[in-house]
Structure formats: structure tokens, C-alpha cells
T-cell receptor, first 116, second 114 residues
Framework: AQKITQTQPGMFVQEKEAVTLDCTYD???????LFWYKQPSSGEMIFLIY??????QNATEGRYSLNFQKARKSANLVISASQLGDSAMYFC?????????????FGGGTRLMVKP | KAGVTQTPRYLIKTRGQQVTLSCSPI?????VSWYQQTPGQGLQFLFE???????NKGNFPGRFSGRQFSNSRSEMNVSTLELGDSALYLC?????????????FGSGTRLTVV
């Protein structure tokens, strides 16, 4: 079974508008971390935001916020005021803390295209 | 500060050959993880090294191996290359459980097997 599901293979958004990228996850581990990464065409993965399973508040980082709904096992990324430079692949990832170490499980990604 | 450095950036190899990829982490980071990215399978975890010890291993055949040196630099090796090994190989470095500042990835090595 997929542990991380991103149901939107591709999305368009108008410049300066907000956009929500969906991510649902599946784990039985009570302690886990959720990450969002941006991958431009250059290939490098750029860390955007982190949410811990025990965090009470939704994470925010500049124009990025994470809509964390624990009971629904969803961790959607919200990008406010989209910019042309936001065009890229976006990946949701999870680390389950019952495993020692730093292993990330990634979703299939969403390609975001920002229109001028 | 210097980022994660992966070398080489691009590589073309022939089926049956072997290849070694290198990853130099950010200074002070002791964890190095490797991922394979392909259009069909997406991003898949290969293995993680922490203080020269393999701590986790993904579901890849034994042809894929790695090691970490005392300066935390890591190498991964793929022996007897197959066409399906063509991929972008990414490494990520971190302190242990970096959480709020995430894992730092390199730009990757793009391997093409012909």
C-alpha cells in the first residue's frame, strides 16, 4: 500500500493566486514527521516545510503553510501568492520515527505550473 | 556554507559495468542517505549511513552498495549495471533527525546506462 499519496499529477495556478497541493499518508507509527520538498528542473530537492505528528499548530514558513489534519492523515501544502519561480515538482515525504535513522518515503509528486 | 556535493553530475555507462558515485555532506552532518529517482518508480530510498555504519537499507538488490568514511563522505556503488539503473541518484545529508530544517539534498548524479 502507498504510504504517501499525492493525487494531483499536475496543476496550473495563476500568478499571485494561492494553491493547495494535496498529500495523504498512511502510518501506524504514532510519531512521524512530514516534509515538503520542491524540485526544480535542475534536480536539486529544496526543503520547504516540516510538520511533526505531535505539533499542535500548523507549520508555516514564509509563503508556505501546511494544513495538517491528523485524523484524516492529510498534510496539504498551501502556497500563497504564487510566483513564476514556484513552477516545479513538489514532493510530500514522511519519516516514521519507530525506525532509527533518517529514511524518507516520498509521494509521487505534483507538477505545479504557474501562469503569468 | 557549502552545500551537499555530488560527483559526477552526469555519467554514461554500458550495461555490465560498475559505477561509483560520491556524496560530500555539509560539514558536521553525520547522516548521509541515498535515493534513486526514476520516472516510473519515483523517489526510492536506497540506504542511510550514520557515523560510518549502515543504519537503514531500502528494497534494492545487492548490486547496490555503499559506504561512509570517517569524514562522513559517502560513496555508493552499483555493480553489473542494468538499463533500469538509469536514474537520478540523490544524496541527502543531515544531523540526526533534523526536523525543522529538513534534509539537505545534493543536485544529484544523473546516470545513463546504455
Amino acid at each position: 500500500a502507498q504510504k504517501i499519496t499525492q493525487t494531483q499529477p499536475g496543476m496550473f495556478v495563476q500568478e499571485k493566486e494561492a494553491v493547495t497541493l494535496d498529500c495523504t499518508y498512511d502510518t501506524s507509527d504514532p510519531s512521524y514527521g512530514l516534509f515538503w520538498y520542491k524540485q526544480p528542473s535542475s534536480g536539486e530537492m529544496i526543503f520547504l516545510i516540516y510538520q511533526g505528528s505531535y505539533d499542535q499548530q500548523n507549520a508555516t514558513e514564509g509563503r508556505y503553510s501546511l494544513n495538517f489534519q491528523k485524523a484524516r492523515k492529510s498534510a496539504n501544502l498551501v502556497i500563497s501568492a504564487s510566483q513564476l519561480g514556484d513552477s516545479a515538482m513538489y514532493f510530500c515525504a514522511m519519516r516514521e520515527d519507530n525506525n532509527a535513522g533518517n529514511m524518507l518515503t516520498f509521494g509521487g509528486g505534483t507538477r505545479l505550473m504557474v501562469k503569468p | 556554507k557549502a552545500g551537499v556535493t555530488q560527483t559526477p553530475r552526469y555519467l554514461i555507462k554500458t550495461r555490465g559495468q560498475q559505477v561509483t558515485l560520491s556524496c560530500s555532506p555539509i560539514s558536521g552532518h553525520r547522516s548521509v542517505s541515498w535515493y534513486q529517482q526514476t520516472p516510473g518508480q519515483g523517489l526510492q530510498f536506497l540506504f542511510e549511513y550514520f557515523s560510518e555504519t549502515q543504519r537503514n537499507k531500502g528494497n534494492f538488490p545487492g548490486r547496490f552498495s555503499g559506504r561512509q568514511f570517517s569524514n562522513s563522505r559517502s560513496e555508493m556503488n552499483v555493480s553489473t549495471l542494468e538499463l533500469g539503473d538509469s536514474a537520478l541518484y540523490l544524496c541527502a545529508s543531515s544531523f540526526d533527525r533534523p526536523d525543522n530544517y529538513g534534509y539537505t539534498f545534493g543536485s544529484g548524479t544523473r546516470l545513463t546506462v546504455v
